[in-house]
């Protein structure tokens, strides 16, 4: 990433480099190659500078460190510490089952084609209530957690695979009629969280 940032920096000093060469020296633009300097400088470098910006962006959307930047979901991400083993999202976290700095994503984004999309427009969404609309005092899912998110890894994993019960549920698990959540029901639990021992992360 931070060659891409690098990369984003250069495209955007060539553009203001230009920009202001040819706002000093409108002349350049009466031959054909100062045309396409312009054309270079107003247009394709900032429409370049623009989606590599909003790539960048993208990115640093799927980190678990800005999907807890909001305090509202700071218990969240408490939560993720929780010295349970109970306890789903902080077990899968503590574990490295999921990428630590994409846990949030990594489970709420959907398997799905447009999943990215689907989990960005939610997250749109999220901004849009977090600054302008009424933040609701529990927060939900949209919809029913679906089995497919969980079945993404664990699926042929050999835990997965050699549990007698996983066996005898695999048609039901596979079609979702019935939830994974329904025996491991102990997720964020955020109204539980106080006087929970919390483990710290180790420092690199």
């Known amino acids: 990433m931070p060659y891409f940032e690098e990369a984003l920096v250069a495209v955007v000093l060539v553009a203001i480099a230009l920009i202001v060469l040819l706002v000093l020296r409108p002349s350049l633009t009466a031959v054909r190659g100062g045309r396409i300097l312009a054309f270079l400088a107003f247009l394709v470098l900032p429409v370049l500078a623009t989606a590599m910006g909003l790539s960048a962006h993208m990115e640093h959307s799927k980190s678990t460190n800005f999907c807890l930047s909001c305090h509202v979901m700071e218990p969240y991400g408490r939560s993720l510490h929780v010295d349970d083993e109970a306890w789903l999202p902080a077990q899968h976290f503590q574990n490295n089952r999921v990428p630590r700095d994409r846990a949030c994503f990594t489970c709420h984004a959907d398997y799905t084609m447009f999943g990215d999309a689907k989990a960005k427009l939610r997250g749109l969404r999220h901004v849009y209530v977090y600054y302008l609309g009424d933040i609701p005092e529990k927060i939900q899912l949209y919809e029913a957690y679906n089995n497919r998110e969980c079945l993404h890894c664990h699926a042929g ?6 549990s007698d019960l996983h066996k005898e549920m695999r048609a039901e698990l ?13 997720v964020h639990n955020v109204d539980e969280l106080k006087g929970k021992p919390l483990w710290k992360e180790p420092r690199p």
Not at 157 to 162: D, G, I, L, P, T
Not at 174 to 184: A, I, Q, R, V
Request: aromatic share 6%; charged share 25%.
């Open 157 to 162: 994993a050999r835990s997965f695979e050699e």
């Open 174 to 186: 596979g079609s979702n009629t019935t939830s994974c959540l329904e025996c491991h029901d102990a």
